[in-house]
Each structure stands twice: as C-alpha cells, then as structure tokens.
C-alpha cells in the first residue's frame, strides 16, 4: 500500500487507480470542482503585487530581495510585501486574503530556508 501511495504521488499519471481500492481520499483523484485558478495576467505594469512570506526563516528577506528587483526592473509595478498571520500551515484569520482580493491584481506566495 505504502508503495503504491508513493507512486500515485509521485507519477505523472497520479489520476490513474493503482489497485482495486483506489488511491486514498486526496490522494490521485481529480481537484475539487469547486476550485479555480485566477486568470493569468497580461502584464505587471502597473499592477500591484504583494509578496506573502508564510512564515518559514528566510522568507520574509527573501520577499524584499524581490520587492527590490521589482524596483529595479519594473518600477511601475508596486509591491506589497507581507507576512502571512497565524502559524505556518494555518491562517487566524482572512484578512490578509481579503485585503489581497480587494487591493491587489497578484500574489507571489512563497517560502525560503
């Protein structure tokens, strides 16, 4: 069982069932159809993006080293950095993510280490 949950992971072809049970719940399946992608924009320029550090070490100095190529490279666009509330792996609350949807055109959410 261990093995096929790996390969159901770690294969390109994850959809597929491996045994007559099924992979396990989450696992292999198609996502959920409720969930959707943002449209991709055409361009940056004169957008704002904020850069989400989720809390790991490094991520936020990470973030500003970004937030300084934007400066650089496309100063028209205005960067937002900030640090994801809560723990890691769970938020407090939803503010950030609302300030993001009302504020913001992009999101580059990342970690570092």
Do not use: C
């Not at 399946?29 to 004169?46: H, I, Q, V, Y």
């Not at 993006?49 to 490094?58: E, S």
Request: hydrophobic content about 40%.
């Amino acid at each position: 069982m261990t093995i096929e949950v790996r390969f159901s992971v770690m294969s390109p072809e994850a959809g597929v069932q491996k045994s007559a049970g099924g992979p396990p719940p989450g696992m292999g399946g198609p996502p959920p159809s409720s969930a959707s992608f943002a449209k991709r924009l055409d361009t940056l320029e004169n957008k704002t993006v904020y850069l989400v550090d989720i809390g790991f070490g490094g991520g936020y100095e990470f973030m500003l080293q970004l937030q300084k190529w934007f400066a650089d490279h496309m100063p028209s666009v205005t960067t937002i950095p900030k640090r994801k509330p809560g723990m890691v792996f769970m938020d407090d609350n939803n503010d950030l993510w609302e300030e993001i949807k009302v504020k913001g055109h992009a999101v580059v959410l990342g970690v570092a280490g």
